[in-house]
């Protein structure tokens, strides 16, 4: 069995805001996995543990650019907090951004490989990364991107640096920035109930199953009356029907209005969101080492090669 130590225990409670006790009986119920741990501490405790996705500890900024039918999201990496209000490696990731847009590359190495000159570094944007490395001292890469192109319009929302968000719409302008605004607060993960990933609906079944087991073991140790199996299945399928209209963004509440959802708002304007991308710092993305300091410099060492 892994030891388990003070500092995962920490670990798991800033990610989860569970007691630490219940964080150390979990892991050790897991065997060290913190995904697994995760998962139990939400079926015991319900929704106090799920605030895992919130507690992002990578740094970076989210930029967009738009130009008519065409535009980009991106998500630039460095090491500190610090960085991402440096006017040199803003204007990277805003360039970068805008060469997205405008050249459509293929991926991460086909951008870096566009023309660009900035600080006296150049010819490419590789070579502007490479040179602001050493000028700031600091690690930094192009971790993800988004380009979009076609007959819908486009609207884009920046909370800050740290969350982007770029709506595909036909209609009204405001009402599509509004969506954008909305998708950055409540972090929907798919349009409609119908388009939530198979994955997560499993997921959210599996612990829904695992909560009634729970409730089921503590009625039966205070002996009281168990529900039938027919109810428990209803209660579970229940738990699965609020997961999906609380993550699909139509369904949501409207965060200017809770009295009408996204879908009622739009029709009321007369918009059609046809898809929205969101982007996080660091969110999304597994985490395979300790510090993300390292992953950064993992990652611009590949880059040099």
Do not use: W
Not at 73 to 87: P, Q, W
Not at 238 to 243: A, M, T
């Amino acid at each position: 069995m892994a030891a388990i130590t003070a500092s995962m225990v920490a670990e798991l409670r800033a990610k989860t805001d569970a007691p630490m006790m219940e964080c150390k009986k979990a892991l050790t119920e897991a065997e060290g996995n913190f995904e697994k741990a995760e998962e139990l501490l939400r079926v015991k405790l319900g929704n106090k543990a799920g605030k895992a996705a919130a507690r992002i500890t990578a740094e970076g900024v989210v930029t967009a650019f738009i130009e008519g039918n065409t535009g980009a999201l991106l998500e630039t990496n460095c090491e500190t907090d610090f960085v991402t209000r440096n006017d040199s490696f803003l204007a990277l990731a805003n360039a970068a951004a805008q060469l997205i847009a405008k050249h459509n590359p293929a991926d991460v190495a086909a951008l870096g490989a566009l023309p660009h000159s900035q600080d006296s570094f150049g010819p490419t944007l590789e070579d502007v990364r490479k040179g602001l490395i050493g000028k700031i001292g600091e690690n930094m890469s192009f971790r993800r991107f988004k380009r979009f192109s076609g007959s819908n319009k486009l609207a884009a929302y920046l909370h800050g640096t740290r969350i982007g968000v770029v709506v595909e719409f036909e209609g009204d302008e405001t009402a599509a920035k509004d969506v954008a605004m909305h998708v950055a607060a409540m972090k929907p993960v798919a349009l409609t109930s119908a388009d939530v990933p198979a994955d997560l609906i499993e997921k959210e079944r599996a612990v829904a199953v695992g909560k009634a087991a729970e409730d089921r073991k503590v009625a039966e140790a205070a002996g009281k009356p168990v529900q039938p199996p027919e109810i428990v299945a209803k209660r579970v399928e229940g738990g699965v029907q609020k997961f999906l209209k609380e993550v699909s963004l139509f369904n949501q509440p409207f965060v200017k209005n809770d009295k009408q959802t996204v879908e009622q708002m739009l029709k009321e304007r007369g918009t059609s969101v046809k898809s929205f991308t969101l982007f996080v710092v660091g969110e999304g993305i597994e985490k395979k080492v300790d510090d993300f300091a390292a992953e950064v410099a993992a990652q611009v060492a590949a880059a040099r090669k």
